[in-house]
C-alpha cells in the first residue's frame, strides 16, 4: 500500500492539480473525433490524475474517489461498450464498426460522429480501469514478495 507524502504542499497541490486535469481529460475524449486527441490520450490523462493521487494521498483516502476493486470492471466495461458498438453495427447490416449501420435514426454524417465519439468513450473508460488496476496491482504486491 502506498503510504501517503509527508509534504502538505505535494497533497494540496495534488488535490487542487487532479480535478483540473480530470476536466481536461474530458474535453479531450469528447473533442477527439472533431480534432486531435481522443480516448487514449483523455484516458491516459484521467487515469494519470488518479494515480497522482494514489501516490500524494495514499492508496486509502484516493480510494475513496475511486477504489481499486472498482478497476478491472471498469475496464471490461469499456471493452464490452466497444465491441458493442460494433455487434450493433454488424447486427444491422454493415460491417464491424461501420458506424452508418447504427440504428439511431440520424442522417450518416451525424451516425458517423456518433459512432466515433461512443469509441473514444469506450477506449477512454476501458484504459482508465486498466491502467488504474495495473498500478494498484504492482503497489501492493504479494505475500510471497
Do not use: C, K
Not at 494519470?48 to 471498469?74: H, M
Amino acid at each position: 500500500m502506498i503510504q501517503p507524502s509527508d509534504s502538505p504542499i505535494i497533497a494540496v497541490v495534488s488535490r487542487a492539480l487532479a480535478p483540473f486535469i480530470q476536466v481536461f481529460a474530458l474535453y479531450v475524449v469528447f473533442h477527439g473525433h472533431y480534432g486531435p486527441g481522443g480516448g487514449f490520450q483523455g484516458g491516459a490523462m484521467f487515469a494519470a490524475s488518479l494515480i497522482l493521487l494514489r501516490l500524494s494521498l495514499g492508496g486509502s483516502v484516493a480510494g475513496n474517489q475511486f477504489r481499486s476493486s472498482w478497476a478491472t470492471p471498469i475496464g471490461a466495461v469499456g471493452v464490452f461498450l466497444f465491441a458493442g458498438v460494433g455487434i450493433v453495427a454488424l447486427a444491422f447490416g454493415g460491417e464491424y464498426l461501420n458506424y452508418a449501420f447504427l440504428p439511431f435514426g440520424l442522417e450518416q454524417a451525424s451516425l458517423r460522429s456518433f459512432g466515433i465519439l461512443l469509441i473514444e468513450i469506450s477506449v477512454a473508460v476501458a484504459l482508465v480501469g486498466t491502467l488504474v488496476a495495473i498500478f494498484d496491482d504492482l503497489v501492493e504486491g504479494h505475500e510471497h514478495d
